[in-house]
């Protein structure tokens, strides 16, 4: 990412999301979400694109969130509680193609209503795979993402699988696609949950959209 936070900022955001962090529930249908009552950050993606692991990364927990070889598995809204002041949201994935179209579209369809209707939800972390950029399924959330008129910001992962020229690149390439999108956030975070990389960056942009 771009140095745009101080020293400071970075420690603070540091010392946030090394506070307490538990799962707080999953939430299969809209009537199953917790009260609106703290701010949220959500993070969404294609499945397999790293999701579990970033949040592990940002909190400093292996297993908080679970991570699965399988595609599709995420199949609620989980939620993480920080320091009880923070909410995370983990969204089902997208872009599969091992469950049927019904089921697809049933949890596919949970994380729109989401975003359509929390009026906590500060910003949601699209996740693109920086090895391969944004593909048609991306394109058809970004689109999601700009009807829900809710802020978001594009997050490429597994930056370490890649040299550090090409993802600086991919960064570029991603901000051309992005910038003429309504809701898209005019900043994109290059991360790998494996070797911490821009992981410092993340939380600074989580605790600035949510506590601003």
Request: charged share 25%.
């Amino acid at each position: 990412m771009t140095e745009v936070f101080s020293d400071e900022e970075i420690e603070a955001a540091r010392v946030m999301f090394a506070r307490p962090v538990s799962f707080l529930m999953g939430a299969a249908s809209l009537e199953g979400l917790p009260e609106p009552d703290l701010p949220e950050v959500a993070f969404a993606g294609r499945s397999n694109v790293g999701k579990s692991s970033l949040i592990n990364a940002l909190v400093n927990r292996h297993r908080l969130a679970r991570a699965s070889t399988e595609p599709g598995r995420t199949r609620e809204i989980n939620f993480f509680l920080l320091d009880d002041r923070l909410r995370l949201a983990d969204l089902p994935g997208y872009g599969f193609a091992r469950a049927s179209k019904t089921t697809a579209r049933k949890f596919q369809d949970l994380g729109r209503a989401y975003l359509r209707g929390r009026p906590n939800l500060k910003r949601v972390y699209l996740l693109i795979d920086a090895r391969h950029g944004i593909k048609p399924p991306d394109e058809t959330a970004l689109d999601a993402l700009d009807l829900s008129a809710v802020s978001y910001q594009v997050i490429l992962t597994k930056a370490d699988k890649i040299k550090p020229a090409e993802g600086l690149a991919m960064v570029e390439a991603t901000l051309k696609k992005i910038a003429r999108r309504p809701a898209a956030f005019p900043r994109v975070g290059l991360t790998s949950a494996a070797s911490g990389a821009g992981m410092a960056e993340l939380r600074a942009e989580a605790v600035a959209a949510s506590f601003a």
